[in-house]
């Protein structure tokens, strides 16, 4: 778990209990220490593999359409009581909100990713920034390149 | 909860508890029938108000510098137990992680949304298309605009 830093503000919180998640798979970095890990991960970046658990493989069907796809994970090593954050070790704070840090009330990384390809539960993708073991939560086409399958809706207000 | 549709495959699942989540806000939007939300939120959107909830209200502090940020929230209506979906009724089925639907092992939602006002523990932004009262989970800036506040590292693998 990460340390508080100077100027950091951290608040007294209950074990969390709103809503439960199941792990779907394994993200497979190169990097085994934080601070390898490059700070936000880019589209020509280095190969990474995915893992998906049974019994959420036959959910991939189709997401060989997509060149670019959004992944969720859960960022388990992060601490999540902090509510401003002082990156820089600086007098500059940032609030929680206002930053992309891992260390957050719901650890949860999201990154837009190169799907280079699928094989059965894997899948090898591009543009990743987490740590290898990383537990995997979701897995979306980019939302620019989706378009809904169901048939469209009379105009909404 | 929503019904399965033909061709639709459900899988057995035990109670997920791999890891969990706190509510730290509400977002409120002008539909309170799943049948009246856009399929996919637009920039231009009506304006939708978030309620963020104590001890949480600090951590917006700088959120006001950016014009687009990431909202996740929980789909807590719907139902996680589909590896294969018909969303168009017909004979065409799509596998989950193929999809945006709501319909997910983890039911995490996100959107990209134009920030328009923060006001104590309000915020105001246009993108949503989820419905009202849905449980909030986190909001970052969008990653295009962010850049890392922490020193650069030395060229990463």
Redesign the interface.
């Known amino acids: 778990m990460s340390d508080v830093r100077p100027h950091e ?1 951290m ?3 209950t ?10 798979g394994k993200i497979h970095t ?2 085994s220490d934080r ?6 991960g880019k589209i020509d970046g ?1 190969e990474c593999r995915i893992e998906i658990f049974e ?9 060989e ?2 060149d670019r ?2 992944i ?1 994970y ?1 960022l ?1 090593k992060a601490r ?1 009581d902090l ?2 954050q002082n ?3 600086s007098d ?9 840090s891992p260390v ?3 650890p ?1 990384g ?3 990713a190169k799907l280079v390809s699928v094989d059965g539960a894997t899948l090898v993708v591009r543009g990743l920034d987490c740590l290898d073991g990383t ?1 995997l ?5 980019d ?1 620019c390149a ?1 378009s ?6 009379p105009a ?2």
Chains 1, 2 share one sequence.
């Open positions: 503000i608040v007294p919180t074990a969390p209990d709103d809503a439960r998640l199941r792990f779907i190169p990097w601070k390898d890990c490059p700070r936000q280095p019994p959420w493989v036959p959910a991939l069907k189709g997401i359409d997509y796809i959004e969720l859960w388990d999540r509510v401003v990156p820089g070790h500059s704070v940032f609030g929680t909100f206002a930053l992309r957050r009330p719901n949860i999201t990154v837009l537990p939560l979701d897995l979306k086409p939302r989706f809904p399958k169901a048939s469209p809706k909404a207000t």
